[in-house]
Nanobody, 116 residues
Framework: QVQLVESGGGLVQPGGSLRLSCAVSGSIFLINSVAWYRQAPGKERELLATISSGGATTYADSVKGRFTISRDTAKNTVYLQMNSLKPEDTAVYSC??????????WGQGTQVTVSS
């Protein structure tokens, strides 16, 4: 019903930047919000940022001031701009859409590696 595809991950040096994209398709009118998560090996999945259908945003304290979530409604795409990256940001980053009537959908994830 809703499909999400992440892209933009890769290898970046500490202090560098990446912009991740989450392309959304399907019944977009059902979506209440889109969120970015990450999960590193041996760690639990961490909520990073959310954007609601009205454009309101929230951020985890760990990334506030470094990461920015945004959307391009014409392209049906949600972005995560990541600046001042640290080695501890290394993880698989995934986007999730929360839809009406208690459903949610996940993308496949994209790897971000921060290393010198």
């Amino acid at each position: 019903q809703v499909q999400l595809v992440e892209s933009g991950g890769g290898l970046v040096q500490p202090g560098g930047s990446l912009r991740l994209s989450c392309a959304v398709s399907g019944s977009i009118f059902l979506i209440n919000s889109v969120a970015w998560y990450r999960q590193a090996p041996g760690k639990e999945r961490e909520l990073l940022a959310t954007i609601s259908s009205g454009g309101a945003t929230t951020y985890a304290d760990s990334v506030k001031g470094r990461f920015t979530i945004s959307r391009d409604t014409a392209k049906n795409t949600v972005y995560l701009q990541m600046n001042s990256l640290k080695p501890e940001d290394t993880a698989v980053y995934s986007c999730k859409a929360d839809v009406r009537w208690g459903r949610h959908y996940w993308g496949q994830g994209t790897q971000v590696t921060v290393s010198s």
